[in-house]
């Protein structure tokens, strides 16, 4: 229940500015490092406690044309991990913008999570961040075999065909 609640409260502040989930994060015990992302479609932060790291992705906002780019492009396409199913066109281009692409603070994602030392990661978001979050967790499993302690999304949309939901369950 703890888990929920921190990363519930961490999928809700992910949708206010920089300043804010920092300090969010600070007050909430992740005083370690924080990294906010931003770039095009895709937003969230990352947040690091003692032992655990956080990856928090925002969800559709209406006054950003590229997140409802991004829930619209629903047809389905191949993953980088071939043996696992198709994934939602639009969840996963948003996904790569922030996944091994170098922005101005540095490349955030998967850097952060290879270097999180003995760190467990949680991944959640809301909505269009929900469907981040789950693409991303099936990443750092799947293509690049970080270890993912667990992810909690709320209002999730479909990211995949059936073999890819199995496919995440059963590694998760």
């Given amino acids: 229940m703890a888990n929920a609640q921190i990363l519930a409260q961490a999928s809700a502040v992910a949708y206010d500015t920089p300043e804010r989930c920092a300090k969010w994060s600070k007050?909430?015990?992740?005083?370690?490092?924080?990294?906010?992302?931003?770039?095009?479609d895709t937003q969230g932060f990352v947040a690091e406690s003692g032992d655990a790291l956080i990856v928090a992705f925002r969800g559709t906002q209406p006054d950003r044309p590229m997140d409802w780019f991004a829930d619209f492009r629903a047809t389905c396409d191949p993953w980088d991990y071939k043996h696992a199913g198709n994934v939602h066109c639009g969840f996963y281009s948003a996904?790569?913008?922030?996944w091994g692409v170098t922005l101005p603070n540095g490349e955030i994602l998967p850097r952060r999570l290879v270097n999180r030392g003995s760190k467990t990661i949680w991944i959640t978001g809301h909505s269009l961040g929900g469907a981040?979050?789950?693409?991303?967790?099936?990443?750092?499993?799947?293509?690049?075999?970080?270890?993912?302690?667990?992810?909690?999304?709320?209002?999730q949309p479909r990211v995949g065909t059936k073999d890819f939901?199995?496919?995440v369950n059963a590694k998760l």
């Fill in 27 to 40: 007050v909430s015990g992740f005083t370690g490092a924080f990294d906010f992302f931003d770039n095009q």
């Fill in 95 to 98: 996904l790569r913008k922030v």
């Fill in 132 to 155: 981040l979050a789950e693409l991303c967790a099936a990443q750092a499993l799947f293509v690049s075999a970080i270890p993912v302690q667990g992810v909690y999304t709320f209002g």
């Fill in 165 to 167: 939901a199995d496919a």
